[in-house]
Nanobody, 122 residues
Framework: QLAESGGGFVQAGGSLSLSCVAS????????MGWFRQAPDKAREFVAI????????EIADSVRGRFTISRYNDHKTVSLAMNNLRPEDSARYYC?????????????????WGQGTQVTVST
């Protein structure tokens, strides 16, 4: 189970934070991160934090503005979002995957959270 919190409404240039707590499975063997989906668009990779000590991967579209962290014995993953843009508006989903080679493929995700809305106004 993945329980998300955070999100909301912010003006362009503002900041928001998302958090996700995992439970019910061997969380320390799963990579955990975030995808997002805007209306009428495909779900896309945002960021992921690997469990195997190889660090994080970040989408080019958010690199330098978003930071992903993982802590609490690997059970919690957070996404700090700065300098938000209207194009960042989407529903953000916490994800957990054992996939190693295709971390960014939403079809490879094992578990999804319910999602939390992020809306950035101009």
């Amino acid at each position: 189970q993945l329980a998300e919190s955070g999100g909301g409404f912010v003006q362009a240039g503002g900041s928001l934070s998302l958090s996700c707590v995992a439970s019910g499975y061997a969380v320390n063997r799963y990579h955990m991160g975030w995808f997002r989906q805007a209306p009428d668009k495909a779900r896309e990779f945002v960021a992921i934090f690997r469990w195997d000590g190889e660090g994080a991967e970040i989408a080019d579209s958010v690199r330098g503005r978003f930071t992903i962290s993982r802590y609490n014995d690997h059970k919690t993953v957070s996404l700090a979002m700065n300098n938000l843009r209207p194009e960042d508006s989407a529903r953000y989903y916490c994800a957990a995957t054992t996939e190693t080679l295709e971390l960014r493929d939403p079809a490879r995700v094992n578990y999804w959270g319910q999602g939390t809305q992020v809306t950035v106004s101009t």
